[in-house]
């Protein structure tokens, strides 16, 4: 299977902010893009993108779901100077949520929501820690903090199927730590697809929570496929919606056929309008009938 895809949902900005962090980053392109005509939110952007040469995608649906720092992305930068280029860079027009200093896990860091709200976390983790450039980190809370554990262990059951899936806890949180609870998740790390993720617990007061504004798509190679993986993440019935599906933590996925944007892309408009027009009636996707719809 490919890699799982960050998608990210914009109001209208996904071309110009795909374009923005493209530039930001060695060895990043825009791979494809796509308009889906006549969709519930009217005419949509859908571009591919690869930062770091990792795959993304963002869409220009409307204004329904914004982003917050329930999600963000680590960037693992080599050294502080690069910190504080990519800082520069982000932040016009941007929030800090985390002023840029040096902090006991790293002489740079800072977190910041850049112009489009979408949340980066920089870090000076120093040349021979530099696995994966970028990083989503899942920071569960409100009603789901303290499940950090549990969901990452959820998570790697589900794709324990693949080689890849793996996990491990970092750190906890000890005594003293107020209003985080002691004995929960500061800092893990896990993998699913060779897609690496961090995630944490936090108890402080924070008025988010997961949405759909981020998301995570699984490629699927088969119909076995996206049945298993549905089955086994979709939690909320009044979410389930053109492939997408909310899990038990309120966290977004999309579980959707490898060959889709194959099919929506190479400028075969008469095609997408089809794959487009099948999809929109679907909740789970139903391969066999989006092969048909793309044969014409």
């Known amino acids: 299977m490919q890699k799982i895809t960050p998608h990210l949902w914009f109001d209208k900005e996904a071309r110009e902010a795909s374009e923005f962090y493209v530039s930001l980053f060695p060895d990043s392109r825009i791979t494809n893009l796509t308009r889906l005509q006549d969709t519930p939110s009217g005419d949509c952007d859908v571009v591919s993108f690869e930062l770091a040469r990792q795959p993304f995608m963002a869409i220009s649906a409307g204004p329904y779901f914004k982003f917050n720092p329930s999600v963000s992305f680590h960037v693992n930068c080599a050294t502080p100077e690069e910190v504080d280029a990519l800082w520069a860079k982000f932040s016009p027009g941007g929030k800090v949520l985390m002023p840029l200093a040096s902090y006991p896990f790293s002489e740079r860091y800072g977190w910041l929501e850049d112009r ?15 696995q994966q450039k970028l990083t989503p980190a899942l920071m569960f809370v409100g009603n789901v903090c303290g499940k ?53 617990d936090s108890a402080r007061a924070h008025q988010f929570a997961f949405n ?52 929506l892309a190479n400028g075969d408009q ?3 309008a089809r794959v487009t027009q099948a999809f929109l009636k679907m909740k789970k996707f139903d391969i066999a009938a989006l092969e048909h719809a793309a044969a014409g």
């Open 116 to 130: 489009y709200g979408l949340s980066w976390q920089l870090i000076a983790s120093g040349r021979a820690g530099i």
């Open 148 to 200: 950090a554990e549990e969901a990452l262990a959820f998570y790697t059951s589900v794709f324990s199927r693949f080689p890849e899936a793996k996990a491990a806890v970092l750190a906890r949180y000890g005594k003293g730590a107020d209003p985080e609870i002691e004995g929960t998740v500061q800092r893990a790390r896990f993998s699913l697809l060779g897609q690496e993720f961090v995630a944490m």
């Open 212 to 263: 759909e504004a981020i998301s995570f798509l699984v490629p699927c190679d088969s119909q076995e496929e996206i049945d298993y993986f549905w089955g086994k993440l979709s939690a909320d019935p009044k979410a389930e919606q053109c492939g997408w599906l909310k899990d038990r933590y309120g966290l977004s996925w999309q579980i959707a056929p490898a060959a889709l944007q194959r099919w």
């Open 270 to 272: 008469q095609r997408a």
